[in-house]
């Protein structure tokens, strides 16, 4: 994560003036004690933009408990900013229409939105959302019909800075759904391979008949940390994927294995990152599978969903593709009968399935977090996908 300068004073600029109107607002209409409290909560803005600043956060000598603090700090920051500027829009607006709720209006609203925001960080981490999906497939062999497949995706195992209970409840949830296949589509960690460590007993634990599979993410490959050679780089991308292996996973860094029922099988192909942003276009299906338009039910592990367009459904006939990587960009609104996420902007697929005739993709949002420490309405999924043979 790197914090530019010129973005902090902006925001510190927009914090005084905001914080200077505000005051003067309510001395004048003889709320002393709130002026003060908004003094104070200024304050803080200010210490917080400091200490964000002056935090060296790519070096790979930073801790991870570092980090994870410099998180906090600058979601609190934003947690002070967002209510305040939205409780000054409805004021405004109240004002124009010279509506004697103004005030109040704009308390109502600030306070909501910072306990929408705070209850985003406490509570909603700790839920789990398991999405139960069934995907109808014409070439489906009948051996697998009604298979069971978990997908899990994005952990960001330092986001928790070495808390295992979050971790052991999903590991629990996943192995108490029995499935065929466990699979894992990228981002395990944020920054570097130590973070996963405090959990590699915990993940260990995961099992399932046709064994565990993984892909490697954008984050899994050390390029947000300032290294001292590259040298140390590449060890520490190796020691990622030794643990992984050293865990019992299968990871399908441009490979394939065959799964098979009796006489029949579907090929399982994972590839590496292909992402939307220069230098992520790792992955190579050719390098992969060679036969990937024979006649064989295909399911790809791949990180980025973008890659499903851009590549898979021109260069493949690849049947279901599993992605990860958008986590609804942390903040999803969801009715049951509409959803929707701000990461629609970026991705025209970025949560549940999707489908370009009998070919399938789904986006899992994931489990953990990077950038800001919370999750608003987009709860930590894990989704159970059955194959099913269409009739």
């Not at 910072?114 to 209850?119: Q, S």
């Not at 590449?234 to 996973?249: E, I, P, S, V, Y």
């Amino acid at each position: 994560m790197k914090i530019h300068w010129v973005g902090l004073i902006i925001m510190a600029v927009l914090c005084i003036a905001m914080d200077v109107y505000i005051c003067r607002r309510l001395s004048r209409n003889g709320y002393r004690w709130m002026m003060r409290f908004n003094a104070l909560l200024a304050t803080l803005t200010a210490v917080l933009v400091i200490a964000i600043g002056v935090l060296p956060l790519s070096s790979a000598s930073t801790t991870n408990s570092t980090f994870v603090a410099s998180q906090y700090m600058l979601y609190t920051f934003f947690a002070i900013l967002v209510p305040k500027a939205l409780g000054l829009l409805v004021y405004g607006i109240g004002r124009a229409i010279k509506s004697r709720w103004a005030s109040v209006c704009a308390f109502v609203v600030a306070a909501l939105v910072f306990g929408v925001m705070w209850w985003g960080v406490i509570v909603t981490p700790g839920k789990i959302d398991v999405q139960e999906v069934e995907l109808e497939f014409d070439r489906l062999p009948d051996a697998f019909d009604g298979y069971r497949i978990v997908q899990w995706s994005d952990a960001h195992l330092g986001t928790y800075n070495g808390r295992t209970a979050i971790v052991e409840k999903q590991i629990k949830t996943i192995n108490d759904l029995h499935p065929d296949m466990i699979c894992f589509t990228g981002d395990l960690v944020s920054r570097e391979t130590n973070e996963a460590l405090p959990y590699r007993d915990i993940l260990s634990t995961l099992h399932a008949p046709d064994g565990v599979f993984s892909v490697l993410g954008n984050h899994d490959y050390d390029n947000y940390v300032q290294w001292d050679d590259e040298m140390s780089k590449m060890a520490d991308r190796k020691a990622l994927c030794d643990l992984q292996t050293g865990m019992g996973w299968r990871l399908l860094n441009d490979d394939y294995t065959l799964i098979k029922r009796g006489d029949d099988q579907v090929v399982l192909i994972g590839t590496e990152n292909f992402g939307d942003r220069p230098g992520e276009k790792r992955g190579s299906l050719v390098k992969a599978y060679n036969g990937l338009r024979d006649n064989k039910f295909k399911i790809q592990l791949q990180h980025n969903p973008y890659a499903w367009r851009a590549n898979t459904l021109t260069n493949s006939n690849i049947d279901l593709m599993l992605a990860g990587h958008t986590h609804a960009w942390q903040l999803m609104i969801d009715l049951g009968f509409w959803r929707w996420s701000p990461a629609s902007l970026r991705y025209p697929e970025w949560g549940g399935a999707y489908n370009e005739g009998d070919r399938w993709l789904y986006v899992n949002i994931g489990t953990g977090m990077v950038g800001p420490p919370m999750r608003i309405g987009a709860t930590p999924e894990i989704t159970v996908i059955t194959l099913k043979k269409k009739k």
